[in-house]
């Protein structure tokens, strides 16, 4: 990792570990390895919000370019990612001398930021972050990143994320859908995910039965929730999900 990125984040970091605010919000960060290049986040779900009293893990990876470009916290693919694809190819394609194709190419990461890429490692179940691979769709983490900002500033709006969510911009069509069709029923499946991966106080009897009878069956329990959560809680048709896959 370049010079100038180690000494930014490993100031950063100290900044994180220091803050009186993100001690009172219960966020924490810790090293991966020693060169800086990956970080552990860990997030509380805010008061008054299906994520209360979960804890979330973070994969957090620092690209060489930092903070030119924003650390890599797993997010939604967006235009500037296409647009860097597309010059990439021109530039290859069309130029032969190998240390011109190189420097521009490099070049291109600094006039050209390509949105970071922070990652849940707990799963969760919110319209904005992949219920499969954790992958976040956040502004700050796509085309509004600026090299002003900071690894607190990214923890602080992931927590913000978690109690505003953007269900016109989601990264998980279905969980967005039943934010907005079925919002109670969006909040119990939240507040259940939250309990079963993050380590919240436990959810609807409800929902627990019917995970424990698909259970019964002999389904896989991740696999029962995730049909479940995706087919409004009906038995028959998560069944029928479980059996087709």
Known sequence: MANIAVQRIKREFKEVLKSEETSKNQIKVDLVDENFTELKGEIAGP???PYEGGRYQLE???PETYPFNPPKVGVCVC????L???IQLWILSTLTCARVKSLLIN???YVLPVAPQVRFITKIWHPNISSVTGAICLDILKDQ????MTLRTVLLSLQALLAAAEPDDPQDA????QYKQNPEMFKQTARLWSHVYAGAPSSSPEYTRKIDKLCAMGFDKNAVIVALSSKSWDVETA???LLSN
């Open 47 to 49: 008061p008054d919000t």
């Open 60 to 62: 957090i990876k620092i």
């Open 79 to 82: 235009v500037k990612h296409i």
């Open 84 to 86: 860097m694809f597309v």
């Open 107 to 109: 070049l291109l990461v």
């Open 145 to 148: 990143w600026a090299a002003a």
């Open 174 to 177: 279905v969980v967005a859908n």
């Open 239 to 241: 069944t029928e999900l």
